[in-house]
């Protein structure tokens, strides 16, 4: 099947740093990908749609200016967390899906830990 | 909100077949019915999907009624690497966005 990478896998930085993630689709283009984040022992929570070519489309209560997201090109998105606080620390999951396999691939993930 | 109702957790004996329940009572006619897992600290990974019939791959199979409000996911033989929480969603194929609901915690004990 095809695979989704995701960079960094882990990372830690001082509270009001930004982060920046990257989720990149290794063998097949993806107009679309999805943000997703997951805090301990809870499931994952849609933040954002991101869309090659034009502006993300965020779900309800994700503040758009924290979480800047960019579709760059047809295989990679970047999730920029700014100004990062303590609060922001959990797991970064990323998600594109393949036309014409019906299913969704996901990265492996990113633990953010804000200091 | 999610579309689904899982039980939260379930105890499977290794070896014996796990069977996921999962109703969808409001599924719409061109919805399908998803199955994903995730191990621990990994991110989730497609299992199986269906329409109306049933289907089957090299992981699993999926059971859907034919009233199509509920389904199940079966592991033939599980092991301990089968140890994760599963997810059971209904999207549109593709391009549509996932909901995960609060899925099920399956123990697969030795």
């Known amino acids: 099947g095809a695979v989704v990478s995701q960079h960094p896998s882990r990372v830690i930085c001082k509270s009001g740093t930004s982060v920046k993630i990257e989720c990149r689709s290794l063998?097949?283009?993806?107009?679309?990908m999805f943000w997703y984040r997951q805090f301990p022992k809870q499931s994952l929570m849609l933040m954002a749609t991101?869309?090659?070519?034009?502006?993300?489309?965020?779900e309800q209560g994700v503040e758009k200016d924290k979480f800047l997201i960019n579709h760059a090109s047809l295989t990679l998105s970047t999730l920029t967390v700014t100004s990062a606080h303590p609060e922001d620390s959990s797991f970064y999951i990323c998600?594109?899906?393949?036309?014409?396999?019906?299913?969704?691939?996901f990265g492996p993930g990113t633990r953010l830990t804000v200091l | 909100d999610a579309k689904t109702t899982q039980p939260p957790s379930m105890d499977c004996a290794e070896g014996r077949a796990a069977n996921l329940p999962c109703n969808h009572s409001?599924?719409?006619?061109?919805?399908?019915v998803y199955w994903y897992r995730q191990i621990h600290s990994q991110g989730p990974q497609y299992i199986i999907h269906?329409?109306?019939n049933n289907e089957t791959n090299e992981m699993a199979s999926l059971i859907i009624t034919e009233d199509r409000k509920s389904s199940t996911l079966i592991l033939p033989h599980a092991t301990l690497r089968d140890t994760a929480v599963y997810y059971c969603?209904?999207?549109?194929?593709?391009?549509?966005?996932?909901?995960f609901g609060k899925g099920t915690r399956l123990h697969i004990l030795p």
């Open positions: 998600s594109a899906p393949e036309r014409g396999y019906g299913e969704q691939f």
């Open positions: 063998d097949f283009q993806a107009t679309t």
């Open positions: 991101s869309n090659e070519g034009s502006k993300a489309t965020y």
């Open positions: 409001t599924i719409s006619g061109n919805e399908y």
């Open positions: 269906g329409l109306k």
């Open positions: 969603i209904v999207s549109l194929p593709e391009s549509d966005k996932i909901i």
